[in-house]
């Protein structure tokens, strides 16, 4: 508790009886403490916000100078040149390719799909091989399929745009005509006929000679796994040229056959 001075001020000496003069000294001592401690924070913050301050002015001019075009000083930094390109380093050009290059060791295999598996760690590049024209097939050595043929004669069939004379028989002509006990009868006709029956659309397959030539062939063909040329000569359809077809003619004339009858 307080008690007035002279003056009216109160004053803040403790009363004899009660709280000690000490204690009131400690009081005071603390308080004057505390707000000394205070004026130090605030001291201490005032600082940190002139250092805050001045580092924002600095930022905002870089970017002025920037927007500005004006280059930033930078005499106190160390700059580091870029290295040379490759074209700068040698104005020459390279070697080629070599032939045998190194094998690339990021390649896949994937299961499933064709493709050769290399060995070794190089791979040998080969010249690509050019033919004088592939277009062209050599009638002298390539076998041909022929669809819906068409018999001319007992020995001539057309197909795509081909003249193919069979090959092993003898020409038969589409009017010859043959004798029997009962008369002549159109012997070559029926020849004819008998073949076209034979082959009917199916395709044929022909093997040309040497000496063909394109547009027009001598040949042997086969529709599936009988050889025209045999089955018209054992049929008694046509006389034979190769000897190896003698024999069956000989039978086709004693069972009376085709020409070697009558119709």
């Not at 204690?23 to 940190?48: F, M």
């Not at 028989?169 to 009868?185: A, M, N, T, Y």
């Not at 000496?211 to 054992?234: H, I, N, P, Q, Y």
């Not at 024999?247 to 086709?252: I, N, R, S």
């Amino acid at each position: 508790m307080t008690r007035p001075l002279a003056n009216g001020e109160p004053s803040m000496i403790a009363p004899s009886s009660g709280f000690p003069r000490a204690g009131w000294l400690i009081a005071i001592c603390l308080v004057l403490v505390a707000l000394a401690g205070c004026t130090g924070n605030d001291e201490e913050a005032e600082a940190r916000k002139q250092t805050l301050d001045a580092k924002r002015d600095e930022i905002v001019q870089k970017a002025r100078d920037t927007a500005a075009g004006n280059k930033p000083d930078r005499s106190g930094e160390t700059t580091i040149e870029p290295a040379a390109t490759q074209e700068e380093a040698s104005a020459e050009p390279g070697p080629p390719l070599p032939a045998i290059e190194q094998r690339r060791k990021d390649v896949r295999v994937i299961d499933g799909i064709a493709g050769p598996r290399l060995k070794g760690d190089k791979v040998v590049r080969l010249p690509g091989i050019v033919h004088e024209n592939p277009s062209l097939p050599d009638p002298n050595s390539e076998r041909k399929d022929f669809p819906l043929p068409v018999v001319e004669a007992a020995n001539i069939i057309v197909a795509d745009g081909t003249e193919i004379t069979l090959a092993g028989i003898k020409p038969l002509p589409v009017d010859r005509k043959c004798e029997s006990e009962d008369g002549q009868w159109p012997c070559g006709n029926f020849a004819r006929a008998q073949l076209q029956r034979f082959i009917r659309s199916r395709t044929i397959t022909c093997d040309p000679l040497e000496g063909s030539k394109s547009g027009k062939w001598v040949a042997t063909c086969s529709t599936g796994k009988s050889d025209l040329g045999e089955w018209m000569v054992e049929n008694g359809w046509a006389e034979a040229s190769d000897p190896n077809l003698k024999e069956l003619e000989k039978q086709a004339r004693q069972a009376n056959r085709g020409i070697w009858g009558s119709p």
